[in-house]
């Protein structure tokens, strides 16, 4: 398995972009979109398009390559558009005022708050594992 790190964020031009420092068998990996879903799918064609330029020049690899995304704040809640951003700032002890302009791309968070946040959102996330209906 290759686990392939890739930052999701917006650029100056509005869109959404993907990259990676990382490459396979010296492909490289991007994608754009006018949401993180449309530059999501674009990264994804980018890492079929270079497994099959591979096969065409007889490189056969059947490793498995995994994706994972970090992203930026405002990359995050375009895709993840259902979160309460009121509400997951009052779970995460952040002023509800500064939360929706990180959402907007207003302002940005220093580490701390978003080390902050990431944990909340874990723990969330471990909440909802373990829940059962």
Same mark, same amino acid.
């Given at each position: 398995?290759?686990?392939?790190?890739?930052?999701?964020?917006? %650029?100056?031009?509005?869109?959404?972009?993907?990259?990676?420092?990382?490459?396979?068998?010296?492909?490289?990996?991007?994608?754009?979109?006018? =949401?993180?879903?449309?530059?999501?799918?674009?990264?994804?064609?980018?890492?079929?398009?270079?497994?099959?330029?591979?096969?065409?020049?007889?490189?056969?690899?059947?490793?498995?390559?995994?994706?994972?995304?970090?992203?930026?704040?405002? =990359?995050?809640?375009?895709?993840?558009?259902?979160? %309460?951003?009121?509400?997951?700032?009052?779970?995460?002890?952040? %002023?509800?005022?500064?939360?929706?302009?990180?959402?907007?791309?207003?302002?940005?968070? =220093?580490?701390?708050?978003?080390?902050?946040?990431?944990?909340?959102?874990?723990?969330?996330?471990?909440?909802?594992?373990?829940?059962?209906?």
């Amino acid at each position: 398995m290759k686990r392939i790190f890739a930052f999701v964020e917006k %650029n100056d031009n509005g869109f959404y972009q993907i990259s990676c420092d990382e490459s396979w068998n010296g492909y490289n990996f991007g994608g754009y979109g006018h =949401s993180v879903e449309e530059a999501k799918a674009d990264f994804m064609d980018s890492v079929e398009e270079a497994k099959e330029m591979a096969a065409e020049q007889g490189i056969v690899n059947e490793e498995e390559i995994v994706v994972s995304f970090k992203y930026d704040l405002e =990359s995050f809640f375009n895709y993840f558009d259902w979160i %309460n951003v009121t509400q997951l700032a009052r779970i995460a002890g952040i %002023n509800e005022s500064k939360m929706r302009q990180y959402k907007a791309g207003l302002a940005y968070a =220093s580490e701390k708050t978003a080390r902050k946040l990431l944990t909340t959102i874990r723990r969330i996330g471990a909440e909802l594992q373990a829940a059962e209906i």
